[in-house]
């Protein structure tokens, strides 16, 4: 059989050819890693990826803007509110949106703790596949109390689809303020944990510093972005280059590396948490607790429905306002008008009127309409830029919808970077770039 | 600089290579020949422009009514700050641009995809091999001809090379 890749073809007669991957066990995300090897030395690398691709593009064509916003949390399934925050501050774009301030809060709080829990799933991984499990549990330990205070409000872990076009989808839950606290406390003890074991632990350094070298200007011209650009010394971050949301109005610092090593991405992706968690508590002091509603003092639910056995209960129950169909007395002050939101499910099941606005936004043909023409908008992810780019032709579907993944372009590196060096070094290198298969592969 | 002198000094040093300059939502677009892509970018990524980064690159199909495709090249500046788009029509037919390989390292995979998602040749590029699908795949997915959900066979497991 005539061999299909490069690396097969080019390979000299005497050298060893191993793959690494699809299915790794060191390996996070189904990569293909093809080495050339001299003993344990590899001579040349080749990448194969695809593994995880599932055609996003083409079937967001083939959804309604509204619909396809769940596929956005499946890019980067580690911070799903970032890449909804992308495509919702996309579409606004296109569709001279103006969100309302609560929601552009909330959004900057949310994207926040994503973008920590990024960094440590990031480095958890890579520290795990170094050999350092004990960092790996207390990370992932921290990363559960971030999930669950944006579980408290989005309901999921993960598949949140809580950021959207216009605002969001509900107010913050009631013990948000709480949650947030423990997580960054628990966060903060768990960075100054990783911190002493692995900053001056030499099996550590041995294998990331000065392993995986990439200079300024090779970083510029694979268009890295996001940590590893900043750990080769740029200190290009789009928060600070194109402000977008809020901060413009938040104290916060660009960590830069200066090697742009292994070392220097997890440096700055640990420095970086540190700036999210300050973030955090700035955001958090800024947002307001909810003011109550109008109508009363409310009743206890589980009081409302002792009472409602007897006659029909009068004024508003207490629910959280995250709960679906509670959310409508504080929509206005959470998504934009103009009729890019969800109509109300209060309104939707005890309305005439509100049913057919409900018809009127998810029947074919119907819903958000944004003018034609193309548009491309970019938020700071976990890896880098995550942008999108977005053709419209007027009707109910997107004419073409492209994502900029920042993954992408860093793992194009890892062939250059891995050359000459150890086939051990192979698995921090690759760790410390963070590979995300269903940002890279779409 | 201002934006907007910055974009008539690109248009007097391109010269005839810009068809047209536009303006999508606050950010700047220059239309330029499809023959002259790889001389345009080489131009615009040194001085004075500066744009360093190549952001991204994709295609989009208008072969339906138009019979073109359009390759949509993103470029960053560092230095300015600024982001500019190179919008290239090829002719859906025979769809073929100049390779951006030896400019920026990144265009090797971006110039795969979008080969793979829409068939359009990069001439050369030194292993123009489809990236995100696999050997023997057919079609090329992402053009509005190949219908949505269609199945192909699974690749039989390959023979002990």
């Known amino acids: 059989m005539e061999p299909t890749t490069r690396i097969q073809r080019e390979a000299r007669p005497e050298s060893m050819l191993l793959n690494m991957g699809p299915s790794h066990p060191a390996m996070h995300g189904t990569i293909r890693v093809m080495l050339e090897l001299d003993a344990e030395r590899i001579l040349s690398a080749e990448v194969e990826v695809g593994y995880l691709h599932r055609g996003f593009e083409k079937t967001c064509e083939n959804k309604t803007w509204f619909n396809l916003l769940p596929y956005t949390d499946r890019l980067n399934y580690v911070s799903p509110l970032i890449n909804n925050l992308g495509y919702a501050m996309t579409m606004e774009k296109m569709l001279g949106l103006t969100v309302p301030e609560r929601a552009q809060l909330i959004r900057v709080l949310m994207g926040e703790m994503s973008r920590v829990s990024d960094h440590l799933t990031c480095l958890a991984a890579m520290a795990m596949e170094c050999g350092a499990f004990t960092v790996f549990l207390y990370m992932m330990k921290a990363r559960e109390f971030l999930w669950e205070a944006i579980e408290f409000t989005a309901g999921a872990r993960m598949t949140t689809s809580y950021i959207r076009i216009g605002g969001v989808r509900a107010d913050l839950h009631p013990d948000w303020r709480g949650a947030v606290a423990t997580a960054v406390k628990e966060t903060r003890k768990v960075l100054k944990d990783v911190s002493g074991l692995l900053d001056g632990n030499s099996i550590f350094l041995g294998r990331t510093r000065d392993v995986g070298i990439l200079s300024k200007e090779d970083a510029l011209s694979y268009g890295w972005t996001g940590p590893c650009l900043r750990s080769t010394g740029i200190p290009y971050d789009v928060r600070k280059a194109h402000p977008y949301l809020l901060y413009d109005r938040l104290d916060f610092e660009v960590p830069v590396g200066d090697r742009g090593d292994n070392y220097d991405r997890y440096s700055v992706r640990m420095r970086e948490m540190e700036q999210s968690l300050r973030l955090l508590e700035q955001i958090s002091a800024l947002i307001p607790d909810m003011a109550p509603l109008a109508g009363g003092p409310a009743v206890e639910p589980a009081e409302a429905i002792r009472r409602s056995r007897r006659q029909r209960v009068e004024g508003p129950v207490a629910l959280s306002p995250n709960l679906e169909g509670s959310e409508m007395d504080r929509l206005a002050g959470l998504m934009a008008a103009g009729g890019v939101g969800v109509p109300p499910k209060e309104s939707t099941y005890t309305t005439m009127e509100g049913l057919i606005s409900h018809f009127l936004f998810f029947m074919d043909g119907k819903g958000i309409r944004p003018p034609k023409g193309d548009v491309y908008f970019s938020v700071e992810g976990g890896n880098g830029e995550v942008g999108f780019y977005i053709v419209s032709d007027g009707t109910d579907r997107p004419y073409r919808l492209h994502l900029r993944a920042p993954c992408f372009h860093i793992v194009a590196a890892l062939e250059q970077l891995v050359r000459g060096r150890l086939v051990a070094d192979v698995i921090p290198t690759f760790g410390s770039m963070n590979m995300i298969g269903g940002e890279l592969d779409r | ?161």
């Open chain 2, 1 to 161: 600089m201002g934006p907007e002198t910055l974009i008539e000094e690109i248009r007097a040093g391109l010269g005839d290579a810009v068809e047209s300059v536009s303006d999508s939502h606050g950010d700047p677009v220059i239309a330029v020949k499809a023959d002259s892509v790889r001389p345009v970018l080489a131009a615009l990524r040194g001085a004075p422009f500066d744009y360093a980064v190549l952001l991204d690159l994709t295609c989009v199909d208008f072969a339906a009514g138009e019979g073109r495709l359009e390759l949509v090249y993103h470029l960053y500046s560092l230095s300015r700050n600024v982001r500019l788009r190179i919008n290239a029509s090829v002719p859906a037919a025979d769809p073929a641009v100049a390779s951006l390989v030896g400019l920026w390292k990144n265009a090797d995979w971006l110039e795969r995809e979008v080969f793979d998602m829409f068939g359009v040749r990069f001439d050369g590029h030194p292993y123009l091999r489809r990236l995100l699908t696999y050997e023997g795949f057919e079609g090329h997915p992402l053009l509005k001809t190949y219908p949505w959900r269609l199945a192909q066979p699974r690749i039989p497991l390959k023979d002990d090379e």
